[in-house]
């Protein structure tokens, strides 16, 4: 028996409504025994808006913490000693700001010693992978080189600057919730290390001597789902490709520096709102893929709780799932022993079997001149793979327990309160927001403020290191929103691929689709003309996953899809409805902002003499959420239960005839 091997660190990803609630939650958890912290931020935050912006209505504090300021990121980590802790930000497009002000924040709390030296002690990681937000999280701000710059700046600077920092976590996760294969995800992952890489190198910012270091401190975020020993065979895959591609492409010779570091957030996206106690032992089984192999093994894991499917976890929740992980560590006999795998002819075949897929796949994107060039290349494939998918769990061949097997149960003591079993957003959040706002300008030095956003402008057109002028900005006072419109003004606005009009759908259209297929021509054909179906995302919610496959699956219903992609406000929406004279408007939201946007939309189609157009809806949504919006006007409401898409397009045939009185 080996020396027993140290735990993994133990996250639990958090943030909500405020900073000094997530401040709250996050020194409970640490008294729980959680070794690092996972900070969510809400959507304005990640995309680079204040609370006052319009794009940022119904969106603060919703689906993580809002930090637009300076004085937010003291309360968010006020009395947790920074130069202490390992921290974790889930930030990408405006990555470059949060560490800024985290920096900042730790600086003010260690006044006895020099920035350097507070800099030289921090740990943690940011995500700021900007290539998987075009792909498949949409929260991105700027167009993709001027995003690519932006990451190798950092990466420059921390490697100098602050030696512990891991700026960039390549995200897989991503991927696979958006319906990459083991092998698409181990390819698209691997292809976004090396355009950062080559973007670095190219930069001239880090000596050939120090480039090895950047290796080091690149860190990958996958994610594992409950197939868990293809699962242990992708991250063994991750494992052999990434010393290889480190060792030829880039001649790292030391092994320790070409290491595979990853943090883990096992699958979400398999969690069902269905029997919703399932999901407890799905992620135990997904928490294996990325433990039990002892040379694959995670060195950080966060687990979703049982019911994000239904909405907003609790503390209760988020407690359950760390003591999974405790569990596992403490109490199993995992830790005493060398890698378990090692030997077996069938975890090798298979491994052998992905990294020979991959290598392919890496080639083919290579090929094509590299991650950013093939972005709309790699979109089509994971929308493609999605609905392939989707159309295996619908026609019963890939089983789902309590979806489409195994569906009678009896009723759960979990869910019979099902407002009570998740946790509400904080309805005053965005007010406190506001009001924070208002009273942080009007405190600051206006002029100290102008001149540091002036400054980071001039530096955005020449080729320098936008990190320290960042700097400035924070300690002036600027904000998130100020801080990201200088760098749009700038670099200009981008609009990422959607993937649906190249994508595969479904391929042999079974009895259902058929079915459906015949109605919708036949509806057409009474109303003098095919069906129209607009599919909108309000907000700045950039899940687009299920947004992506409505629109696929409406396209092979022999509807005319319009669909723009995200990042729309409710006015556009409108605008698009009209201009296209749709049949339907589906709209699709998951960041929890339904109530104040849905509305918004029906109002406005109200006003342009469109109220008869149905309105369907589809997201996390909870039932007396879903009673109230078909109150205001809604036509049907769809959550994750609905699994079947075939049904969701027979169900908006039904809505239009009705609209129509065609029945």
Not at 112 to 118: A, G, I
Not at 353 to 378: K, N, P, S
Not at 433 to 438: C, E, P, V, Y
Not at 520 to 541: A, H, N, S
Request: proline share 5%; aromatic share 6%.
């Amino acid at each position: 028996m080996s020396e027993k091997d140290r735990p993994w660190v133990m996250r639990t990803y958090a943030g909500h409504s405020t900073a000094a609630a997530s401040n709250a939650l996050y020194r409970t958890n640490l008294a729980k025994g959680q070794t690092g912290l996972s900070v969510a931020f809400d959507l304005p935050t990640q995309t680079g808006y204040d609370p006052d912006s319009p794009l940022a209505r119904g969106e603060v504090g919703k689906v993580g913490v809002p930090v637009p300021h300076l004085g937010e990121m003291r309360r968010l980590f006020d009395d947790i000693p920074l130069t202490e802790m390992n921290t974790s930000m889930t930030i990408n497009a405006v990555a470059m700001w949060l560490l800024a002000m985290y920096q900042v924040v730790a600086e003010e709390q260690n006044p006895d010693l020099s920035p350097e030296e507070v800099a030289a002690q921090l740990a943690g990681t940011t995500q700021n992978d900007i290539i998987k937000e075009y792909l498949s999280r949409g929260t991105y701000a700027f167009p993709p080189e001027a995003s690519m710059r932006l990451i190798a700046d950092m990466i420059a600077y921390t490697v100098h600057q602050v030696p512990k920092w891991n700026p960039i976590n390549i995200c897989s996760y991503h991927l696979q919730e958006a319906g990459a294969t083991p092998t698409q995800e181990l390819a698209y992952a691997l292809c976004t290390a090396i355009a950062v890489l080559d973007q670095v190198r190219s930069s001239g910012q880090v000596s050939e001597e120090d480039f090895g270091r950047v290796v080091g401190r690149i860190s990958f975020f996958v994610n594992a789902g409950v197939r868990f020993v293809e699962e242990t065979c992708k991250m063994r895959a991750f494992v052999e490709l990434w010393d290889q591609i480190t060792r030829e492409r880039y001649g790292v010779t030391d092994p320790k520096m070409r290491r595979f570091r990853y943090g883990v957030q096992v699958n979400s996206l398999g969690l069902t709102e269905a029997q919703p106690e399932n999901n407890v032992q799905r992620i135990v089984l997904e928490m294996l893929g990325v433990t039990l192999s002892k040379n694959a093994r995670a060195r950080a894991v966060q687990l979703p709780a049982w019911n994000e499917a239904l909405g907003l976890p609790r503390p209760w929740d988020q407690q359950w799932s760390l003591r999974l992980q405790q569990v596992l560590a403490y109490e199993s006999d995992l830790l005493e022993y060398d890698d378990i795998f090692d030997g077996s002819h069938v975890i090798e075949a298979k491994v052998a079997e992905l990294v020979e897929g991959a290598r392919a796949e890496i080639d083919r994107v290579q090929a094509m001149g590299g991650a950013i060039e093939a972005v709309e290349y790699m979109k089509q494939e994971l929308v493609s793979s999605h609905a392939t998918r989707r159309a295996r769990i619908e026609s019963g061949e890939e089983t789902i327990v309590g979806v489409n097997r195994y569906e009678t149960t009896e009723p759960s003591p979990l869910t019979a309160d099902l407002d009570g079993a998740i946790m509400a957003a904080d309805p005053e959040a965005e007010q406190t927001a506001l009001a924070g706002l208002a009273a942080w300008k009007a405190q600051r030095d206006e002029t100290e403020v102008t001149d540091a956003l002036a400054a980071l402008a001039a530096a955005a057109k020449t080729d320098a290191n936008l990190m320290a002028p960042t700097l400035v900005a924070a300690r002036a006072g600027a904000t998130t929103g100020e801080w990201a419109a200088t760098l749009r003004e700038v670099f200009g606005e981008y609009r990422g691929p959607t993937g649906v009009s190249g994508a595969v759908g479904v391929v042999e259209a079974g009895e259902e689709l058929t079915a459906v297929r015949a109605r919708v021509r036949e509806t057409g054909e009474e109303l003098g003309g095919r069906l129209r179906l607009l599919v909108g995302k309000p907000g700045l919610d950039g899940h687009s996953n299920g947004a992506e496959q409505v629109a696929v699956r409406a396209r092979d219903a022999g509807f005319e899809v319009i669909y723009q992609g995200i990042r729309l406000t409710p006015e556009q929406i409108v605008a698009a409805a009209v201009a296209e004279d749709v049949h339907c408007v589906g709209l699709s939201i998951l960041s929890g902002s339904h109530m104040e946007l849905v509305p918004t939309v029906l109002d406005g189609l109200r006003e342009a003499g469109l109220d008869d157009v149905p309105v369907i809806v589809g997201g996390i949504i909870p039932d007396s959420d879903g009673r109230r919006l078909r109150e205001a006007g809604v036509a049907a409401v769809f959550t994750p239960k609905d699994f079947g898409l075939t049904e969701i397009m027979g169900g908006i045939v039904d809505e239009i005839r009705r609209a129509h009185g065609l029945d």
